[in-house]
């Protein structure tokens, strides 16, 4: 059993895994930034906690983090304001890193994309440049933490019916359902071997489990 804080705890992903969290007896807060949302996530098992991550600085979050045993960034900011964006997907991302090193909770799962990297080739007149810039920048910023993290790397999202399995040796991004990546989140925290790793994945045919195993 442990203590999971969901960074972002309304989103569709974060809603999935809670209650897988939960089935296993870990104690999972959900942090939301929307008071209207606190009984959507309650239902899920979760504890509710309502904080807007836009606004705190790194203090403010670590009260909010300390006492966890890991901490899942599954927040954003939905894309289509690209100041917002980098506001949470990169500014609020980066405080929160800081903000777990300094209350010690060192175990950090951030949910990004696949294909995110710093020479991610999107141009900067297509609408995803602002997203693609702040989790790169995220990502790295993670790596350079010195934080026992994974970086779940999902393709493109879909609301198909969870499989259990999944490819992650793909070499290009194809389809994965939001039910499955909440359940790769969940298999990661069990497991220290996805520690100091990226991992990126499409729908497939090997156990998540397995496929997550280092």
Known sequence: ???????????KVARLLEPLLVAREDTVTAVIRNPEHEADVAATGAQVLVADIELLEVDQLENIIAGNDAVVFSAGAGGGDPARTRAVDRDAAIRSMDAAAAAGVTRYVMVSYFGARLDHGVSEDNPFFAYAEAKAAADAHLRASGLAYTIVAPSSLTLDEP????????????????????????????????????????????????????
């Open 163 to 214: 499989t259990g399995r999944i490819d992650a040796q793909a070499a290009a991004s194809g389809s994965i359902a939001r039910a499955d990546v909440a359940a790769v989140i969940a298999a990661v925290l069990s497991d220290d071997t996805t520690i100091g790793r990226t991992i990126a994945f499409n729908s497939g045919h090997t156990p998540i489990a397995e496929a997550v195993r280092g």
């Open 1 to 11: 059993m442990a203590r999971i804080l969901i960074l972002g705890g309304h989103g």
